[in-house]
């Protein structure tokens, strides 16, 4: 989407191995979320960031950590991949309330 | 605990009539709720939002209605076009919640030509 990308769009790799997702925005939006969709559960926040190095853990944070060092940069980190992360990870950026998020196209990981 | 609630996995319409789908939430504290739009492989893209002050918001064809007492709000889709046929998100965000949207299951809806 517009302001906002993702990287990379697919990714398999092996359990065990670290794992990074980029996100990266062009709007100057202070805050920016992780979620990962899965079938049956819909869209469910990993971790969020309401600022630089200002973040917070959602409701599925277990295994993952994130970092941002710049406003336009929000990463995600998958510490020890284990084939239940297996999933579509999208990333989001927030402005007004009304509006909710604009999302980025998301990453197929695929954990084997 | 499922904080916002979309109970019906798929609905199949007829081009041309109504579509309702349904949205069921818990948390007193929320006060704006919108609905989102997804095509396979592409994110979820913003399709109409109301606020709690609010019973009805319309946008074309497009019209959410939140019944506060009953805690459920319903998407209406006038005429529905066979172009709709996606996964629809019912989500929901609580005052000086750092924003953070709470997401149903989805509902995919298959509009019949």
């Known amino acids: 989407d517009a302001g906002i990308t993702q990287s990379p769009r697919h990714k398999v790799t092996e359990t065990g191995t670290p794992v990074t997702l980029r996100c990266h925005q062009t709007?100057?939006?202070?805050?920016m979320y992780w979620y990962r969709q899965d079938p049956g559960h819909g869209l469910r926040l990993i971790h969020y960031s309401y600022g630089v190095k200002d973040t917070d853990k959602g409701e599925v944070s277990d295994g993952y950590s994130v970092s941002r060092s710049k406003t336009e940069d929000f990463l995600l980190t998958l510490e020890s991949a284990t084939s239940s992360q297996t999933s579509v990870y999208f990333c989001?950026?927030?402005?007004?309330?009304?509006?909710?998020?604009?999302f980025g196209s998301g990453t197929r990981l695929t954990v084997v | 605990d499922q904080q916002v609630k979309q109970n019906s996995p798929s609905l199949s319409v007829q081009e041309g009539r109504i579509s309702i789908l349904n949205c069921d939430y818990t948390?007193?504290?929320?006060?704006?709720f919108l609905w989102y739009k997804k095509y396979p492989a592409e994110g979820p893209t913003f399709l109409i939002s109301i606020s709690s002050i609010k019973d009805k918001n319309e946008d074309g064809r497009f019209t959410v209605f939140l019944n506060k007492s009953a805690k459920h709000l319903s998407l209406h889709i006038v005429p529905s076009q066979p172009g709709d046929s996606a996964v629809y998100f019912c989500?929901?965000?609580?005052?000086?919640?750092?924003?953070?949207?709470?997401f149903g299951s989805g509902t995919r809806l298959l509009v019949r030509p």
């Open positions: 989500a929901a965000s609580a005052r000086d919640s750092s924003y953070k949207l709470i």
């Open positions: 948390n007193s504290m929320f006060d704006y």
């Open positions: 709007e100057n939006h202070r805050y």
């Open positions: 989001a950026i927030s402005g007004d309330r009304a509006y909710g998020y604009t």
